[in-house]
């Protein structure tokens, strides 16, 4: 499928089940307004069943291209074949945008040539990975942080000259950043050539998760020019992060794409053959959309399902990726009717493709449409984003009432989730924040989102926040509030890398970025979403904090020196004892707002008691004895205490005093005993 170099030449092929006639454009340029050549696809040698393919002599690496489709404009039946808009190739490895594109061209009647995306033909086997292979480093020893590529370098503040602001390119130049940050994979929100005006007027899409390819990468990120560099500086990139310890995931989106609803424009699916892509309703001139965006893809035909497998493969096989985050996963489980299938085929496609065998496989399992899934979603080797977590994490330390129990059960993977399917524990991928939504920062300073900017009037992103100002809405200069925040902010990043499962976190977390309470930032290409790098000498507690509760993350198991237990594991294996302000006795009531739990691997000498104090005044906890004279509570963390205090390095924890501990008003409290906690960390 797509276009593949031959010896003389390359094959075109591309799947169309209703087209009357296609035809091969070759441009010069990707600005032309006329094809150099068109090549007609005829019916009756070239078409293999629904397959239209083509060998063309001369064409090399670098050639641009596209398709032009006939058949019936018919959309009360479906068919929306327009032969004046060209279309990319579904399968195309490279895009090619001129400077004056327009997403208006391809939706209006009329000849858009010169305004349109083109496909470019690529050369995907000529590149040297230098031995470079997929990390395949297990969930429990895995640290998210999810970024944007452009956001994360492209403010000035980043250092970088201007021609690798907010590329792939500069994104290498931060590794050492990410390596001192101590996280173990970073997270790409979509890196697929996606459609920047599919905004609001005057806005840019700047999350990306508008598509309009599933196999190029998008030629925006790169600090190269032309099409194909954007492909080796994304493997640049890749090679780079691999030689660090860094794996990639991809934030992929196969639920919808850039097309829209019924009014929106003709790029590629729609124009090749728009029932077999798109679900669509009973009246067919209407788009199903599960997705919110204006049109759903149909994932669970054939042809789709072959083309979302082999998307994957080739991301993992010739771009070298490590794992991918699947956006609106449940839209996977539906029918072409929109019904939920029990057994989805391109779900059990992808589990079973020995290609993308240890592929690290998350999903965001729910839609727009109210399938939700968390804790269900087909499968044996996928992990699930919970939302839960997110907040009852948050629920907690606002001191909502009824949230102990929830907060203890995230804690200890969601086993009220997930105990009943038998998985491993690493299957909740635990954060409090993430792209889409407050920043941690925001959900300290603000109760409300304030998303005018937007231009929707506020009336855009989730209404349910659970957020706490800490008693002020917005930036204050009230340093009684700013200690408050910055406490909690350090409670939800222990919470979060403490507890069973796989740990994340979102680009500038660790230093309060803030969206000034903006929860749905997707059309914000600018300094409110981007990573301010001054932020790193305003907070460097935070970023303190956060590099020593990473670098604690894999700790030395002394009784098996092969061994090696990061600290969610070390909750996970080892004899667990709830606790309130009194030994054995949790106080699991309504309004009860704090809760201990004590951690012993028997036999190892290694010992954990942490507590979760989100009343608004401090309390007195009695702790566990232990036995022997020379064996004390050591205090790794205590988040109420000022900095440098609040966190220590794990060699220098300092011993505690007594029968019990003061746990300060809104605090998380970390102690350690043992020898085996003496150990040097290891990864």
């Not at 990975?129 to 020893?141: A, C, F, M, N, Y």
């Not at 459609?195 to 309009?212: E, F, H, L, M």
């Not at 780079?240 to 003709?266: C, K, Q, S, Y």
Request: hydrophobic letters at 35%.
């Amino acid at each position: 499928m797509g276009a593949t170099l031959r010896r003389g030449g390359a094959n075109f092929s591309v799947f169309s089940r209703s087209a009357a006639r296609i035809e091969l454009l070759l441009f010069d340029r990707v600005d032309a307004c006329r094809p150099a050549r068109v090549i007609p696809i005829a019916h009756s040698s070239n078409r293999t069943y629904h397959y239209w393919h083509v060998f063309v002599p001369g064409v090399k690496a670098g050639q641009i291209y596209g398709f032009r489709a006939y058949g019936p404009f018919e959309p009360d039946s479906g068919m929306r074949f327009d032969p004046s808009k060209l279309l990319l190739d579904p399968y195309g490895r490279a895009v090619a945008v001129p400077k004056n594109y327009s997403r208006e061209a391809a939706r209006r009647m009329g000849d858009n040539m010169g305004t349109a995306m083109k496909s470019v033909v690529t050369a995907p086997h000529v590149y040297d990975w230098e031995g470079d292979e997929p990390l395949k480093r297990p969930w429990s020893r895995t640290i998210i942080y999810e970024m944007h590529v452009r956001g994360f370098t492209a403010h000035a503040s980043s250092g970088l000259p201007e021609s690798k602001r907010g590329t792939y390119a500069g994104l290498v130049e931060k590794i050492p950043y990410l390596r001192q940050l101590g996280i173990t994979a970073v997270e790409l929100l979509p890196v697929f050539q996606f459609d920047p005006q599919d905004a609001p007027p005057g806005r840019t899409n700047y999350w990306g998760y508008s598509p309009v390819s599933f196999f190029a990468p998008h030629q925006a990120y790169s600090s190269r020019q032309d099409p194909l560099g954007a492909v080796d500086e994304f493997r640049d990139m890749v090679k780079a992060l691999h030689r660090n310890g860094i794996e990639v995931i991809l934030d992929v989106v196969f639920n919808h794409t850039a097309e829209g609803g019924h009014d929106g424009p003709t790029q590629c699916f729609r124009g090749l053959d728009n029932p077999a892509y798109y679900l669509l309703c009973e009246d067919r001139s209407q788009y199903a959309n599960f997705t919110g965006t204006g049109n759903t893809l149909n994932a669970n035909h054939p042809a789709v399902r072959r083309m979302i497998v082999d998307s994957l493969r080739y991301w993992v096989g010739e771009m070298h990726v490590d794992g991918f985050r699947f956006d609106l996963a449940s839209i996977l489980a539906r029918d072409s009717s929109g019904a939920v299938l029990s057994n989805p085929p391109v779900l059990w496609d992808i589990e079973s493709d020995p290609v993308l065998a240890g592929t690290k496989m998350i999903a965001e399992a729910w839609d727009a449409a109210g399938l939700y899934q968390v804790g269900s979603f087909v499968g044996d080797s996928w992990k699930e984003w919970n939302d839960k977590f997110r907040d009852d994490v948050r629920d907690f330390f606002r001191g909502a009432n009824d949230s102990v129990g929830r907060m203890a059960d995230r804690l200890i993977g969601s086993p009220s989730i997930y105990g009943q399917r038998g998985r491993e524990a690493e299957e909740s991928v635990n954060f409090v924040a993430c792209h889409d939504g407050f920043t941690l920062n925001d959900i300290v300073c603000y109760n409300f989102k304030h998303n005018e900017e937007n231009g929707e009037d506020n009336r855009d992103g989730r209404e349910d926040n659970r957020s706490w100002n800490c008693g002020f809405e917005g930036p204050t200069d009230d340093p009684g509030i700013e200690c408050l925040r910055n406490r909690q902010v350090k409670n939800f990043l222990t919470i979060t890398m403490l507890s069973v499962g796989v740990p994340m976190f979102v680009m500038g977390d660790e230093v309060r970025r803030s969206q000034s309470g903006n929860n749905n930032a997707y059309c914000q290409d600018n300094g409110k979403s981007w990573f301010d790098w001054s932020l790193l000498t305003k907070h460097p507690d935070v970023l303190r904090f956060v590099q020593l509760l990473t670098g604690r993350r894999v700790m030395r198991d002394v009784a098996h020196e092969h061994r090696r237990l990061s600290l969610n594991e070390f909750l996970r294996v080892s004899k667990r004892a709830w606790h309130g302000v009194k030994l054995n006795q949790p106080d699991w009531s309504p309004c009860s707002h704090s809760i201990a739990i004590g951690a012993e691997l028997q036999n190892e000498g290694l010992l954990l008691h942490a507590i979760m104090n989100a009343y608004w005044e401090s309390l007195e906890f009695e702790l566990p004895e232990l036995k022997g004279a020379q064996v004390k509570w050591r205090r790794w963390i205590d988040t109420s205490l000022d900095p440098p205090n609040e966190i220590c390095d794990w060699s220098a924890s300092v011993p505690v005093q007594g029968r019990t501990y003061r746990a300060g008003a809104r605090s998380v409290v970390v102690l350690i005993a043992g020898d085996g906690m003496k150990a040097k960390n290891s990864d």
